[in-house]
């Protein structure tokens, strides 16, 4: 089982980094290659391991996948040409991938087992089946203790063509809806889909580049609102090259550790920086944080080196709430590392969707600040963290990370501001997103190895 120990920080971090290839943005690169017909060249995929699913869910489904130079090739199938897969579908530790794959197979004519690893076993699906399934798919699956559909799951076959769905989402999801904008491609006529608030919107922008009729705006009421309208649509999606930009939650620990620990001139190159993405910048700015945005240019997702420099700057509590959580979520863990190291006490609120991610993140954050000595009440929705106002956090920290690799990652660069050296244990999912945390953590002048 794969540790982390790091020592505190004992000068600035300093240098140029990249992180990987945007997952979000990696998943929807590979699934969506699968619908075309031309072929596609993906640029800047990470090398993680959720993002490999994805490209073996695609092969069995009937994609030709190979790598050229810095490239994946990808020759799809077409909306109607997918084969039945000889073998279940494994979806590893990715959520995203196998809520997608609820999507794309949805009209299907075959059926198609999707299985996962312990930790997805106990994911709750049944916010994306309920509304496939008004649609006309066939989606089954096991009841969990709360009555929730969880994997593994037997999608289709579809028991005739799907209908068009006009659906209002309880909260704002980009996996729900992905799900079913890929369904309603199977259609013939309208769908459209309303949500509370915004979310990613890296579906519409991909999609849309590809061709298929997904248009995305504000409707009525004021509220998001994407439309799939498939009346003159042909069915077909070209090829081209989709450009994967470096992914905001990787880089956030590394901003944040230039941040705690301070930084001559720490640089993470070519960042996503899409607005539905960089919620956790607007907290850190909030709390008093300075991280630069040099733009750069091209891609249908816009793009920025971040850069930090300077000392460690005195931080002030804040509240994460509302839509902020939902442009912040995967980021929560390591913006407590931070509220931990402010003056006043910071609010994560609303944030109940941190319950049923890889771990109960409301539960596992938590303890991984009290590993540091850090006071912090955990909530039904969120928690409360008391800053330490700058001193130092607790020497010796043992923290169980609980196979969840953000809470890995943000104990680590929590302990850049303890006062010994930090135990980071159960760290192996650490490779499902960020494989070269480590070296690039060392690479900036930080003491931290694996055990």
Partial sequence: MTAFVVQPARSCLHGTVTVPGDKSIG??????????????????????????????????????????????????????????????????????????????LAGAPFATRLVGDESLSKRPMRRVIEPLCTMGARIDGPRDARGDVVPPLTVGPAAGPLTPIQYELPMASAQVKTALTLAALYTRGVSSLIEPGPSRDHTERMLGFLGAP??????????????????RWDGRLRGGDLEVPGDPSSAAFLVVAALLAGAQEVRIENVCINPTRTGFLDVLEAMGAAVEQQPRHGGAEPTADLVVRGAAPALKATEISGSLVVRSLDEIPILAVVAACAHGTTLVRQAEELRVKESDRIATTCAMLRAFGVSCEERPDGFAVEGSSGAPLGAGAQVD?????????????????????????????????????????AHLGAAIAKV
Avoid: W
Avoid at 52 to 66: D, E, M
Avoid at 70 to 76: E, I, L, N, P, Y
Avoid at 219 to 228: E, H, L, S, V, Y
């Fill in 214 to 231: 997904v248009h995305s705006g504000v409707g009525a009421d004021g509220r998001p609102c994407t439309t799939i309208d498939t009346l």
């Fill in 27 to 104: 998943h929807r690169a590979l699934l969506f290659s699968l619908l075309t017909q031309e072929p596609v060249r993906i640029l800047g995929l990470g090398d993680g391991a959720d993002n490999g699913r994805s490209a073996k869910a695609i092969a069995a489904l009937g994609a030709q996948v190979s790598r050229q130079d810095q490239a994946v090739c990808v020759r799809g199938t077409g909306l109607a040409g997918m084969r039945a897969p000889s073998a279940a579908l494994d979806c590893g530790n990715s959520g995203t991938t196998i809520r997608m794959l609820c999507g794309l």
């Fill in 401 to 441: 990370a609980a196979g969840d690799h953000r809470i890995a990652m943000a104990g680590a660069i929590a302990a850049l501001r303890a006062a010994g050296p930090a135990h980071i244990g159960d760290a192996d999912n650490v490779a499902t997103s960020y494989p070269g945390f480590v070296d690039a953590l």
